[in-house]
């Protein structure tokens, strides 16, 4: 199953955006854990 994490990384990705610049928090862990997952591509700052 596809989280919606996965998917905004996936579209970030298709933009062709490298960098994704933020501070890491409780709001965001989804994403976090979608960032672990794509290894990098794109990178969070």
């Keep these: 199953m596809t989280l919606v ?3 905004v990384l996936q579209r970030l990705t298709e933009w ?3 960098r994704v610049y933020g501070y890491p928090g409780d709001g965001i862990n989804g994403l976090l ?5 794509a290894q990098g591509n794109p990178e969070f700052i």
């Design 33 to 37: 854990g979608a960032f672990d997952r």
């Design 16 to 18: 062709g955006v490298k």
């Design 5 to 7: 994490a996965d998917y």
